[in-house]
C-alpha cells in the first residue's frame, strides 16, 4: 500500500489566488512527521514546511500552510496568494518514528505539478 | 543555497561502468542521506550515515555502496551501471535537534545518465 498519496498529477491556479495541494499518509506509528517540498524545474528539493503527529495546531509558514487532519490521516499544502514563481512540483512527504536512526529517512508521495498562470 | 555541495552536477556513462557521486553537507551537519529520483519509482530513500556510521538502508541495490569520511564528506558508488540507473542523485543532510522537525536540507542533485 501507498504510504503517502498525492493523488493530483497537476493543478492548475491563477496568479494571486489561493491553491491547495492533496496528500493522504498511512502509517501505523504514533509518531511521525509530515513535510513539503517544493522542486522547480531547475531540480533542488526546497523546505516547505513540517507538521508533527503531536502538534495540536496546524503549521504555518509565511504563505504555506498544512491543513492537517490526523484522523483523516491527511495533510493537505495551502499556498495563499499565488505566485508565478510558485510553479513547481510539489512532493509531500512522512517520516515514521520519532527521529534517531529514521530522522532522515522520509518516504515520498509521486508529486504534484503546479502551474501558476498571470 | 542548501549549503550542501554535490559533485559532478551532470555525468554521462556506459552501461556496465563504474561512477562516483560525491556529497559535502552543510557545516555542522552530521547525517548524510542519499535520495534517487527516477521517473518510474519516484523519489527514494537509499542510504544514511551519521559521523561515517551507517545507520539505516533503504532501496539501495547490491551494486550500490556508500560511505561517509572523517571530514562527514560522502561518496556513492554506482557500479556495473544499467540503462535503468539513470537518474538524479540527491545528498542531504541535516541536524539533529531534540524536538525538531529534522528537516532535510537538499543539495542541486547529480544527474546521471546511462547510455
Known amino acids: 500500500a501507498q504510504k503517502i498519496t498525492q493523488t493530483q498529477p497537476g493543478m492548475f491556479v491563477q496568479e494571486k489566488e489561493a491553491v491547495t495541494l492533496d496528500c493522504t499518509y498511512d502509517t501505523s506509528d504514533p509518531s511521525y512527521g509530515l513535510f513539503w517540498y517544493k522542486q522547480p524545474s531547475s531540480g533542488e528539493m526546497i523546505f516547505l514546511i513540517y507538521q508533527g503527529s503531536y502538534d495540536q495546531q496546524n503549521a504555518t509558514e509565511g504563505r504555506y500552510s498544512l491543513n492537517f487532519q490526523k484522523a483523516r490521516k491527511s495533510a493537505n499544502l495551502v499556498i495563499s496568494a499565488s505566485q508565478l514563481g510558485d510553479s513547481a512540483m510539489y512532493f509531500c512527504?512522512?517520516?515514521?518514528?520519532?527521529?534517531?536512526?529514521?530522522?532522515?529517512?522520509?518516504?515520498f508521495g509521486q508529486g504534484t505539478i503546479l502551474t501558476v498562470h498571470p | 543555497d542548501s549549503g550542501v555541495t554535490q559533485t559532478p552536477k551532470h555525468l554521462i556513462t556506459a552501461t556496465g561502468q563504474r561512477v562516483t557521486l560525491r556529497c559535502s553537507p552543510r557545516s555542522g551537519d552530521l547525517s548524510v542521506y542519499w535520495y534517487q529520483q527516477s521517473l518510474d519509482q519516484g523519489l527514494q530513500f537509499l542510504i544514511h550515515?551519521?559521523?561515517?556510521?551507517?545507520?539505516a538502508k533503504g532501496n539501495i541495490l547490491e551494486r550500490f555502496s556508500a560511505q561517509q569520511f572523517p571530514d562527514l564528506h560522502s561518496e556513492l558508488n554506482l557500479s556495473s551501471l544499467e540503462l535503468g540507473d539513470s537518474a538524479l542523485y540527491f545528498c542531504?543532510?541535516?541536524?539533529?535537534?531534540?524536538?525538531?522537525?529534522?528537516?532535510?536540507?537538499f543539495g542541486e542533485g547529480s544527474r546521471l545518465t546511462v547510455l
Open positions: 512527504a512522512m517520516r515514521e518514528g520519532p527521529g534517531g536512526t529514521s530522522y532522515g529517512k522520509l518516504t
Open positions: 550515515y551519521y559521523n561515517g556510521e551507517e545507520r
Open positions: 542531504a543532510s541535516s541536524v539533529v535537534l531534540a524536538g525538531g522537525p529534522g528537516e532535510l536540507f
